[in-house]
């Protein structure tokens, strides 16, 4: 009897204990809307301010270096940059005009030689040594030949004494000083030209079926900003990075060159997607769903996968629709087919 009434109020208890589910208060949540967008991947990179025209300059011909530009000259196209001592290769000039000379001596002599062995006639001379007297005549106007070009090679060995500018730019750097002696194809400078830039990016191996010449890029470097266009992808990967090269047309004269800058690429081709904000995904044992409204105002799982993304919002694929209610806070706790309290974001 007394085990009997210490069970009744017990059973009454639990008894009055509420039940979950459709009976339970409803969760308050925050909605956005999936929206149909046209999406398209974008590239990033980072890359570097480079001129067009940058080289080491060398002289040509070997030489004394008499005089050389200093670091930070500005010069124009076909200006002196450098100076070779011009003495030992006017020497060389006036030894073969003097060459020239005395091979047009010789062939006047042969010339007049195989005249007057032609005036003689049949009777005197005879037809071997005729033929002798011209083939040396012919071998001699070669050799006049030979050293005629000689002379005119001096003559240019001579000009390139006079190192010039190939283009407008800066002296970067200086490689070789004054009083040195210096080989032929000996890197004298280093010219700059500091007007003429491109951007050299270099991007992951499989985008670059995504980028191709004429793509708009944005340059990033700070609070600098520039756009310009792809002007080539070098088709070619790195077998170490695996990356290919972009050379990007820079027409803004406000950078510098060796600047690093930061490389947007807009997509190539675009479609429409479905996309949400990233705080709608939720990730629970490598899965990915969002938690959708239904119109009873209930919670409801949508399995999803996830694409690329722009700002904050994500491409979603699955059986997600534009215009679905999704939860975006509130909704990493509930249960299918729990009622929600919707509140707009």
Wanted: hydrophobic content about 45%.
């Amino acid at each position: 009897m007394t085990v009997a009434r210490v069970l009744l109020p017990a059973l009454l208890l639990v008894s009055t204990v509420p039940a979950a589910g459709a009976d339970a208060p409803p969760v308050p949540v925050v909605v956005t809307t999936a929206r149909a967008e046209s999406f398209g991947a974008s590239l990033a990179a980072t890359g570097t301010v480079v001129s067009r025209n940058d080289a080491r300059i060398s002289a040509e011909v070997g030489g004394t270096l008499s005089w050389i530009a200093e670091p930070g000259a500005v010069v124009k196209r076909g200006d002196t940059i450098a100076r070779l001592d011009p003495e030992r290769l006017a020497l060389q000039l006036r030894d073969n005009e003097a060459a020239v000379k005395r091979l047009d001596a010789q062939l006047a002599l042969l010339a007049t030689q195989r005249q007057r062995l032609q005036t003689l006639g049949e009777s005197v001379v005879s037809q071997s040594q005729l033929d002798e007297a011209l083939s040396r005549e012919r071998m001699a106007e070669q050799d006049v030949e030979q050293a005629r070009v000689a002379r005119d090679r001096a003559r240019l060995d001579l000009n390139r004494a006079t190192v010039r500018a190939p283009f407008p730019g800066v002296v970067a750097e200086r490689l070789s000083h004054s009083g040195e002696f210096v080989a032929g194809g000996t890197p004298l400078l280093r010219l700059v030209n500091d007007a003429d830039l491109e951007v050299v990016a270099r991007a992951p191996l499989g985008t670059a079926d995504a980028v191709g010449a004429g793509s708009i890029a944005t340059l990033v470097d700070g609070d600098h900003k520039a756009s310009g266009k792809v002007r080539a992808v070098i088709p070619v990967g790195d077998e170490r990075s695996r990356m290919v090269e972009l050379r990007i047309a820079l027409n803004d004269p406000g950078w510098r060159v060796g600047t690093p800058v930061r490389v947007e690429i807009a997509p190539r081709s675009v479609r429409s997607v479905v996309t949400v904000p990233r705080d709608a995904v939720i990730q629970r044992q490598g899965a990915n769903y969002v938690m959708r409204v239904r119109p009873d105002n209930t919670a409801e799982r949508v399995a999803v996968n996830i694409g690329p993304g722009h700002a904050n919002n994500v491409q979603i694929d699955g059986l997600l629709r534009a215009g679905d209610r999704v939860i975006v806070r509130g909704g990493e706790r509930l249960e299918h087919g729990q009622p929600v309290q919707v509140r707009l974001l």
